[in-house]
């Protein structure tokens, strides 16, 4: 599977505020449509969103996925998020990298979909356990090559030791690890201090080693 | 001898996923392998799960998935900020409403045939009911007969002694001529139908 590397943050002392790196294209796009909606052009501003929304798609269902563990539910919250993100777009401080402000409001719809869940579950039936198997779309096609090369066995193993991690730490590591944020970018995007992100991805990293290397 | 310094695993962690590493440590972990084994076994252990986890998430989102809730979000955007569309109730329907009227019109007639079927019911289960018992028959015919004496006496002894002043040629006579009579006849068929005490017994 390719991977990217991981985006390095500058060195910086813990719990100082973290210079942000240049805007990224997406923030200018998301600036710029800002700018078509302020001036009153929303069929344009709608087109150019259109482009932006690809462009992060992928990034977000991830997330959301990773988040959720239910491709409903995580489908829902990413479209909930960039439908927010539409309408509240005269909302963004251009200073800020778009990626921050968007997995912000993804997280929220995250949350907001779990608290729903766990609401739901309280009426529903139990149906058969699935605590330890990944939740699996009916859609979903056949596996693709890269699944076929992990066992289930260590799948199940990973899926386990990654929910097992308390709410924040799972965050924090999704966000760091999956989303490929740097603690600077994480720490805006929950609105904790650099050092409590830190602290919160040493945690989960050092459970997750405990879980899958001795396990 | 020279004391070694090993990375803390903090380090590694940060190494492994935050920041670059320097020329000192990278110069550390060429020469000491138990550093270099522990860095390794950590960066599997990220791998993998990174590598399980976007493979969950880009299974249950194929590319087809994904253009559909592209179009979706679109879509919806597309009826963001617009007023809602009311549409309106056509003026002229309400004059004619020959539904209405209509229904009026076969509610009287469920009504009339209601209340027919009930007089109809309660005629017939009379006469039904009084002719399907031969006792009850009895007691209407010697009623008639000896309702005189009973004025006269008004005893059980008086009963029995008018009831014995009528034959039972006589009695039966007086059931046939009943059971023959016109109105009699035309409820025969629900007579048939009604099912006698003894038989439901």
Not at chain 1, 179 to 192: C, P
Not at chain 2, 15 to 32: D, G, K, P, R
Not at chain 2, 183 to 198: E, G, K, N, V
Request: hydrophobic residues 40%; proline residues 6%.
């Amino acid at each position: 599977m390719s991977r990217t590397p991981p985006r390095r943050a500058p060195s910086t002392v813990a719990g100082a505020s973290a210079p942000l790196a240049p805007l990224s294209r997406d923030s200018q796009l998301a600036a710029e449509i800002k700018g078509l909606v302020t001036g009153g052009d929303r069929d344009a501003a709608r087109e150019r969103y259109g482009e932006l929304v690809a462009r992060q798609q992928r990034r977000a269902v991830r997330i959301a996925y990773q988040y959720l563990r239910d491709a409903h539910d995580a489908d829902e919250a990413v479209q909930d998020a960039f439908i927010k993100v539409f309408t509240h777009i005269t909302s963004y401080r251009e200073d800020l990298p778009f990626e921050v402000w968007f997995t912000r409001i993804l997280v929220n719809a995250c949350l907001d979909l779990r608290k729903s869940r766990a609401r739901r579950l309280r009426w529903a039936v139990p149906m058969s356990s699935t605590s330890d198997t990944p939740v699996v779309d009916p859609a979903t096609p056949e596996p693709t090559p890269e699944q076929r090369l992990v066992s289930r066995e260590r799948t199940n193993q990973i899926t386990a030791a990654v929910d097992s991690l308390p709410d924040r730490q799972r965050t924090v590591f999704t966000l760091c690890h999956l989303a490929e944020q740097t603690t600077a970018e994480v720490s805006q995007a929950l609105g904790l201090s650099e050092a409590t992100v830190r602290v919160h991805l040493f945690r989960a990293v050092r459970k997750l080693r405990r879980l899958l290397e001795h396990g | 001898m020279m004391k070694v310094n090993h990375l803390s695993d903090d380090r590694l962690i940060e190494l492994s996923m935050l920041e670059a590493v320097s020329t000192t440590e990278q110069q550390h972990l060429s020469a000491c392998a138990r550093c270099d084994a522990r860095r390794v076994r950590l960066q599997r252990m990220l791998d993998d799960v990174s590598d399980t986890a976007t493979a969950a998430a880009d299974a249950a989102f194929p590319p087809e998935r994904l253009a559909r809730q592209h179009s979706r979000i679109l879509a919806h955007l597309q009826h963001e900020g617009r007023p809602a569309r009311v549409i309106a109730f056509p003026a002229g329907h309400a004059q004619h409403e020959p539904t209405v009227s209509r229904t009026r019109a076969g509610s009287r007639w469920v009504a009339a045939a209601a209340v027919a079927g009930l007089v109809v019911g309660v005629v017939a289960g009379r006469f039904g009911h009084d002719y399907g018992r031969p006792g009850a028959s009895r007691v209407i015919v010697a009623r008639t007969a000896e309702e005189p004496e009973l004025r006269a006496t008004g005893t059980t002894a008086t009963i029995r002694e008018v009831s014995a002043s009528i034959s039972d040629d006589e009695f039966l006579n007086q059931i046939e001529i009943a059971i023959d009579g016109p109105s009699a006849a035309a409820l025969q068929p629900i007579d048939d139908l009604t099912p006698r005490a003894w038989d439901v017994r």
